[in-house]
């Protein structure tokens, strides 16, 4: 079993910034959406591409928005699990990802996420995120 790292608040705020992370790209909220990566993070995915830098995410919430067509998207973050080291954490978790359409879930894919983080002024944020999918 791994050991648990980190104190109690710090693994809350991460764990916060996980569930932020998936409410904000479902319902739209894109500003809040880059606001869990740092300034330098980074978003890779195999689908959309690697986007480094907030000018860069924002260009991948453009595309990404589009790519919805009339819809909208739910995702299922599972079995997080990460470890801090001070001011920086790694983590993992799984991912269950579905169009929403026409009052609709339909699954489209699983898969999961490799995580760094880093606490700036207090706060946890995602400094690199890569998405993989299962298969």
Known sequence: ?????????DREQIREIYARY???VDAGQFDA???CFTPD???????????????????FTQQ????????GVRHMMVNVSFEVTGDT???????????????????????????????????WRYTHRQVYIDG
């Open 22 to 24: 998936a409410n904000t």
């Open 89 to 123: 954490a790694t983590g993992t978790c799984g991912l269950i990802y579905f169009k929403v359409q026409n009052g609709k879930s339909e699954y489209l894919l699983t898969g999961g996420y490799r995580d760094t983080l880093r606490k700036d002024n207090g706060e």
């Open 41 to 59: 993070g980074v978003f890779e995915s195999p689908l959309m591409g690697r986007f480094a830098g907030q000018e860069e995410l924002r260009k």
């Open 64 to 71: 990404y928005h589009h790519s919805w067509a009339g819809g």
């Open 33 to 35: 959406w880059i606001d």
């Open 1 to 9: 079993m791994p050991k648990i790292t980190g104190t109690f608040e």
